[in-house]
Each structure stands twice: as structure tokens, then as C-alpha cells.
């Protein structure tokens, strides 16, 4: 397990080059930095969505040098992958963080919601056009396979039309693999990121937008970056201030389109035409946090879906305390400059 963190660590490598080789703002030129601290910051598809951009947008605009961070980003292939999960548990990354692994005993704590609202639509082939349609129908369980978030996210309308996981055929396949299976008809349905969605019809404009998953589950808590118990523990000034560039960086993404656009283009390997769409869809979505991005609310309700999905044993259901770290996210809002609010988004 080790060696495949290795490998996916080389990506995260190259991902970092690519970025100096942009006008990356230097580490080593930061300013009044007795020495560079150096973190590993995880991100849950290769390449990353848009939404996921935000570690690249921090040390493309020099939040993390500023405070005399030297970030590392890595690659993962998928937020719920075995790779992904040993990262947390051994405190070699901060990394996307859900319910259920601590409920199922992962000693890690949500330490930010970098985007607590989910952004993808559940796209389909044509001719389908209610989601009963989906049965006997090849769905996409890519980034993990079954527990892995297009596995869940087909579960999850299979149940709106009163449907289980066993009255679809689920397809495993990498996280790049979505946008081409779909295109090629070897998937019927999948979960896409609003840049996918663009490049989708653009190739096959018969596809439909079955829905919106954040209209399917509005309180569901999509993507919080989380690290061990033991690392908060250890270097909690570590992780504070690596929480306070991405802060920043979510609002320069809000603020300043021109600025980080290019930093996002080179990390999504995406045409800059499905990306300033992707942007679009989510400022005017508050899919991007500029706060904290934690709500007990949306924490409560995502907790109760995996229980009743079976997904946590109801007799180890986690408390949304032991879930979310608030009060660490809340003393990196403090060095971020406080709470704001930017237009309609809150959280």
C-alpha cells in the first residue's frame, strides 16, 4: 500500500512542477520564513475538477508561501480510494474526508469543507428521461467502485424512483473514464462535474440532464478536506494556516476570475471554454465555501443518510463533532481575516 502511495505521490510531484514551471509564487522566495513547512495536500481525481482546484489556486497566488508553507499536491484516483484512505490514517496527507470513514473507524477529523455543496448533474443517455428508466441500465462507479461517490450518487436516485443498487449493472472504472464511457454508450448514466457536462453535450448534445444532485440531496456534505487525529494534534498550526490559504483561495476564485483561471486550466487539463463555464455554475451555485464550509445541519444529514443506508453501522454512528473539527476550521477562518459573505454564499 505503501508503494502505490509512492506512485500517486510522484504525480502530485509533477502536478507541483507544472505549477512553478506557470509563475507558481516560490516556496523558498516566501518572505520572513525561518524555514518552509512542508504538508502534502491530497486532491480526489486525476486530474482534478474544477471544484477540487482550490490547493492549486493557493500556491499559484502565494497563500501558502505567505505563511511559509511548501504544499505538495497529490493525486488521488478518487476521494474514497484505499490510497486516499491511508494517506488520512497515517498522516502522510490532508485529504477528502467523509462521514463514513469515520464512522467505520478512521481516526481523522473534517478540518474544512472546501465545497459543501455538490456540483455535479447525474447526466444520462437519450430516451431516458425519469430515473425508473435506470433499471436493468449500466451506471458509472468510477473513483472507488462500490462505496465510491458515483456508486452512491446512482444509488441515491435509483432510491428516488424506489429502485435499489441491485436493479442496476454499477461500471468500475478510473475517474477519467466518466466523460468517454458516457460519450462511447458503454455507460448509460454518471454523476459529471459542470466542465464535463459542457464538454459532454458539446460531443453528444442527445445526452440528458437527468438531474441535479445537489436538488436530489440539498443538505448533503460533499467534499471536506480532513487529516488524522494524531496530526491535529501534533502540528494543529500546521494545518490551521494551510486551511487559511485555501480560504483565500476560494474567495480570489469568487473575486478575481482572470487571476486564478489560469492556474485552474493547467491543473484540470480541461478547454478554458468548459472551464469558465464549470466557474460559473459554481460561484452562482455557492459550491465553493468562503467560511468554513461546515453547517451541523448539512453534517447531521449526511451522518443519518449513511446510517440509513447501511453504509455506517447505526451502533457506531459518529456524533457531527467527531465528524467535523469546527473549531480548528474556525481559528483558520480567524487567520483568513474572519467571516464574509460574497453575494449569497455563507457557509
Known amino acids: 500500500?505503501?508503494?502505490?502511495?509512492?506512485?500517486?505521490?510522484?504525480?502530485?510531484?509533477?502536478?507541483?512542477?507544472?505549477?512553478?514551471?506557470?509563475?507558481?509564487?516560490?516556496?523558498?522566495?516566501?518572505?520572513?520564513?525561518?524555514?518552509?513547512?512542508?504538508?502534502?495536500?491530497?486532491v480526489s481525481v486525476a486530474p482534478p475538477n474544477v471544484v477540487h482546484t482550490s490547493p492549486y489556486v493557493a500556491k499559484g497566488l502565494g497563500f501558502f508561501a505567505k505563511r511559509c508553507i511548501d504544499a505538495n499536491i497529490v493525486q488521488f484516483e478518487g476521494g474514497q480510494s484505499q490510497t486516499s484512505a491511508v494517506a488520512a490514517a497515517q498522516g502522510t496527507a490532508i485529504v477528502s474526508v467523509s462521514d463514513v470513514s469515520i464512522g467505520r473507524g478512521l481516526k481523522v477529523q473534517q478540518i474544512w469543507g472546501l465545497a459543501p455543496r455538490m456540483p455535479q448533474a447525474y447526466m444520462v443517455q437519450e430516451?431516458?428521461?425519469?430515473?425508473?428508466?435506470?433499471?436493468?441500465?449500466?451506471?458509472?462507479?468510477?473513483?472507488?467502485?462500490?462505496?465510491?461517490?458515483?456508486?452512491?450518487?446512482?444509488?441515491?436516485?435509483?432510491?428516488?424512483?424506489?429502485?435499489t443498487e441491485n436493479d442496476a449493472q454499477f461500471i468500475p472504472s478510473p475517474t477519467a473514464g466518466r466523460l468517454p464511457g458516457l460519450i462511447a454508450n458503454q455507460i448509460d448514466a454518471v454523476a459529471l462535474h459542470p466542465e464535463d457536462v459542457f464538454m459532454a453535450k458539446q460531443q453528444k448534445p442527445s445526452l440528458n440532464n437527468l438531474v441535479q444532485l445537489v436538488e436530489l440531496m440539498p443538505d448533503y456534505m460533499f467534499n471536506a478536506y480532513g487529516a488524522s487525529t494524531e496530526w491535529i494534534a501534533r502540528d494543529r498550526d500546521l494545518?490551521?494556516?494551510?486551511?487559511?490559504?485555501?480560504?483565500?483561495?476560494?474567495?480570489?476564485?469568487?473575486?478575481?476570475?482572470?487571476?486564478?483561471?489560469?492556474?485552474?486550466?493547467?491543473?484540470?487539463?480541461?478547454?478554458?471554454?468548459?472551464?469558465?463555464?464549470?466557474?460559473?455554475?459554481?460561484?452562482?451555485?455557492?459550491?465553493?465555501s468562503v467560511n468554513t464550509g461546515f453547517n451541523p445541519k448539512r453534517t447531521q444529514w449526511t451522518i443519518d443518510n449513511s446510517v440509513s443506508n447501511g453504509d455506517i453501522e447505526a451502533a457506531k454512528k459518529p456524533a457531527v463533532e467527531q465528524v467535523s473539527n469546527v473549531k480548528?476550521?474556525?481559528?483558520?477562518l480567524a487567520a483568513a481575516g474572519g467571516r464574509v459573505t460574497i453575494g449569497k454564499c455563507v457557509e
Not at 480548528?328 to 483558520?332: I, R
Open 127 to 163: 430516451g431516458i428521461t425519469q430515473a425508473s428508466q435506470l433499471k436493468g441500465k449500466r451506471l458509472s462507479a468510477t473513483g472507488g467502485g462500490v462505496g465510491g461517490f458515483n456508486w452512491r450518487m446512482g444509488r441515491e436516485v435509483l432510491k428516488s424512483a424506489g429502485l
Open 239 to 288: 494545518l490551521r494556516d494551510t486551511v487559511a490559504a485555501m480560504i483565500e483561495a476560494n474567495r480570489a476564485i469568487y473575486h478575481d476570475k482572470d487571476k486564478v483561471l489560469p492556474f485552474i486550466i493547467d491543473a484540470t487539463k480541461k478547454p478554458k471554454d468548459a472551464v469558465e463555464f464549470a466557474w460559473k455554475v459554481n460561484t452562482d451555485n455557492c459550491v465553493w
Open 328 to 332: 480548528l476550521a474556525e481559528e483558520a
Open 1 to 42: 500500500m505503501a508503494r502505490t502511495f509512492s506512485n500517486v505521490l510522484k504525480f502530485g510531484i509533477v502536478a507541483a512542477a507544472l505549477n512553478a514551471a506557470s509563475g507558481t509564487a516560490s516556496a523558498q522566495s516566501a518572505p520572513n520564513c525561518p524555514a518552509m513547512r512542508k504538508i502534502n495536500i491530497g
